[in-house]
């Protein structure tokens, strides 16, 4: 008889840990709601950077990816059709490779006849364009680094005041709930500010680096196409 008796008491201790313990957890996703309807407000505004932020971050990868593609025989193809004096086979060699390098070659060839300094013009001009294209929503990537953290802080502000307020109108008698809220938005929105505020640095920072490897095909390229034209025929 004890023996039930001392089971049913450790079955008991059991569940009521158990309870106990659900209580304490709280979900990511309810922490995050749980900072009153300024809280609610900010964290979906950070949500849909982080959207922006993600979504940018993986176009632009994929674009830069595709344009850092270059044949390996490329340029010597290019050299030789230009040297037999293939100058539309060249180009049409150009066009079927579709990126950064060949259409800034492709810039070169199509200038064939005029002065090295009006070919490497060109070539600069069509440069600069292909970098615009690079770089095309990144600077978003940045502002969303610099103001997610921001719009947290604000929301830390928020927060605060809130929790102030509760106690300077209540006499001393603030209600804990609505204190906790208070509270709850300013370390919420804090969190959250700095988490979108590191993803999108982070996946900024690696976009550029990305984008100056490109950059270098394309000045290298540049570099060995003029060297073509110089040597002697």
Do not use: W
Request: aromatic share 8%.
């Amino acid at each position: 008889m004890l023996y039930f008796i001392q089971q049913d008491a450790v079955t008991q201790a059991a569940q009521d840990a158990a309870e106990v313990s659900e209580e304490k957890t709280l979900s990511i996703f309810d922490l995050l709601l749980s900072g009153g309807i300024a809280g609610q407000i900010i964290i979906i505004i950070l949500f849909v950077l982080l959207f922006a932020a993600v979504y940018i971050y993986f176009e632009r990868l994929f674009a830069i990816k595709s344009a850092s593609r270059v044949d390996k025989n490329f340029m010597h193809q290019i050299k030789d059709n230009v040297s037999n004096g293939n100058i539309e086979s060249a180009k049409i060699r150009c066009a079927q490779a579709d990126n950064p390098v060949a259409r800034l070659t492709e810039k070169g060839i199509s200038r064939i006849g005029s002065p090295l300094e009006d070919i490497n013009t060109a070539i600069e001009n069509a440069g600069r364009l292909e970098v615009y294209k690079l770089e095309k929503n990144v600077s978003i990537l940045a502002t969303i680094a610099g103001a997610a953290p921001m719009i947290g802080f604000l929301g830390t502000v928020i927060g605060m005041v809130l929790a102030f307020h509760e106690l300077a109108t209540s006499s001393g008698q603030a209600q804990m709930g609505l204190l906790a809220e208070g509270i709850y938005t300013a370390m919420t929105t804090t969190v959250a500010g700095l988490i979108v505020g590191i993803i999108a640095y982070i996946g900024y920072n690696h976009l550029v680096v990305k984008t100056d490897k490109v950059v270098h095909q394309m000045e290298a390229t540049a570099v060995d196409f003029l060297d073509l034209l110089n040597e002697p025929a």
